[in-house]
């Protein structure tokens, strides 16, 4: 009988052998824990949430809000693992992580077409598979992707600065500006006053960070030192760093201010800005708390954050299709963050997209690529057609989503874009 490998028993894999299992496909699930771990896992569950017990926010206000509900629609088990185990946390969906992984490894490991294998693979096998081992793939899969995949296609560490929409930027504050006018305007400057930069600077020092794990102090000495660390080490090295005003006067006041922060544009239909050289080990609330200090940067909305985490991934805008298809391979498949898309809940949708899209090329279908409208759309067109030098993981977020039609006032956006998102998911439905 065929069968599918499942490398990898995490968020994407546990949703991808889900989606394979309900459509009669039988599936080998192998997942190296326990008998090898990763740095970061506890347990031997499957699905673990490594850090935070959060999936960020619900209701349809926010992109992964809507990424999840696109989930709900499509049953997703991650989706209904974490309602039935969720916990109060305001606006956000958190859950309890013993229940929701729990729930998960009993329901795959008893699912008749699963056959649990615990055992780490070091080699992507003959056959049908989808790897799906992410961020901290094991050193001996990895050197083997990246032989595979050639050596500029495989990353291993993402030290990113945090990346806001443009459309929450206060441009009464904040200008366009090339330093020296060298070249066509290109940054966006938020301007300081020396008062504010030490009000910012003090708050910076005194900042939460995420405690680094010692197999990631490696990161910081490739020349990726976080903005809080800099500043510690004083004022000067910021101020001659990543703020330096010089060549930047501000052209309401025809002055050169005290310290200024640039944001470059992050994508090409140039809706994304993120902040340069400030890639950070701030804790999410706290990088949003020192953002929003920086003037015209009061109503900033991250969509993505800062991280600084040893981060496998692919080169996928030039090794993947947008139904997470090797493009050199029909029946091999990659899902999770090491596509690069970022988070648990973005990695578990990709599982969704590529669990579904194995189901039918096993059977003879027509592969399904989720329209742009969509939230899965948008992150599966993202990670295949962004920019392939410099690409970078990236959260969900309605930067990503195919433009609305026509104009449309900013309040409304949000829900248009999710309204139209529900709609779009529910014809998919009927194609899946
Ligand atoms: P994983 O969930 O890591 O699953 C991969 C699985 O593959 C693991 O179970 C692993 O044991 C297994 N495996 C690896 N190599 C092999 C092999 N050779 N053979 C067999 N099995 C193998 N995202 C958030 O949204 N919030 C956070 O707070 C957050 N914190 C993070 C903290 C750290 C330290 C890291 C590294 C990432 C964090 N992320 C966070 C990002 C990301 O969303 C998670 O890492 C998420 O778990 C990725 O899902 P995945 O399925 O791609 O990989």
Redesign the pocket.
């Known amino acids: 009988m065929k069968f599918v490998n499942v ?8 949703e991808a052998a889900y989606q394979l299992a309900k459509r009669g496909i039988q599936v080998k699930l ?4 326990p008998v ?3 740095p ?2 506890h347990t031997q569950n ?7 017990n ?3 926010a619900d209701g349809l206000a926010n992109a992964v809000g809507v990424l999840k509900e696109e989930m709900r629609i499509l049953d997703s088990l991650i989706m209904k693992a974490a309602d039935a185990n969720a916990v109060p946390a305001g606006g956000a969906l958190a859950v309890d992580r013993e229940g929701f992984s729990g729930q998960i490894t009993e329901f795959l490991s008893n699912h008749p077409n699963i056959e649990v294998i615990r ?4 080699e992507i096998p003959e056959g049908p598979t989808i790897v ?7 050193d ?2 990895s050197a083997y992707i990246r032989e595979m995949t050639g050596h500029n296609s495989f990353y291993f560490y993402d030290a990113a600065a945090p990346i806001i929409e443009k459309d929450s930027i206060n441009f009464d504050k904040v200008y366009l500006k090339s330093r020296y006018d060298k070249g066509e305007a290109a940054y966006l400057n938020c301007p300081m006053s020396e008062e504010e930069f030490n009000a910012w600077h003090e708050a910076l020092i005194n900042a939460e960070v995420v405690p680094v ?1 010692e197999f ?1 102090k490696e990161v910081f000495f490739e020349g990726c030192m976080p903005i809080e660390v800099m500043a510690k080490r004083g004022r000067q090295t910021v101020l001659f760093g990543p703020m330096k005003p010089v060549g930047l006067e501000d052209p309401k006041t025809g002055e050169t201010p005290y310290a200024v922060v640039q944001l470059r544009q992050d994508n090409a239909a140039g809706t994304l800005y993120n902040l340069v050289g400030f890639q950070t080990h701030l804790k999410w609330g706290e990088q949003k708390r020192i953002v929003q200090m920086i003037p015209g940067l009061e109503n900033a909305e991250i969509v993505r954050y800062g ?1 600084m ?3 496998s991934f692919i080169n996928s805008p030039v090794l993947l299709r947008p139904t997470y298809q090797f493009k050199t391979r029909e029946d091999l498949f990659f ?4 596509t690069g898309v ?7 949708a990709s ?1 969704m997209v590529a669990g579904i899209n194995m189901a039918k090329y096993m059977l003879g279908e027509e592969l399904i690529e989720f329209p742009r409208e969509t939230a899965m759309g948008s992150m599966a067109y993202y990670i295949t057609h962004t920019s392939q030098d410099g690409f970078q993981p990236m959260n969900a977020n309605f930067g990503l989503f195919l433009d609305l039609p026509g104009r449309v006032k900013k309040k409304e956006k949000k829900a248009l874009y999710a309204a139209r998102a529900i709609e779009k998911i529910n014809e998919c439905k009927e194609l899946i």
């Open positions: 490398i990898g028993a995490g968020l994407a894999g546990s192998y997942e190296m824990r090898k771990n990763t970061a896992h499957f699905a673990e949430l490594v850090c935070s959060s999936l960020r055992e780490e693979l070091t799906a081992t992410g961020p901290l793939t094991s001996a899969l794990k990631e991280v985490h040893r981060n899902a999770g963050q090491l970022e988070g648990y809940v973005e990695s578990a599982g």
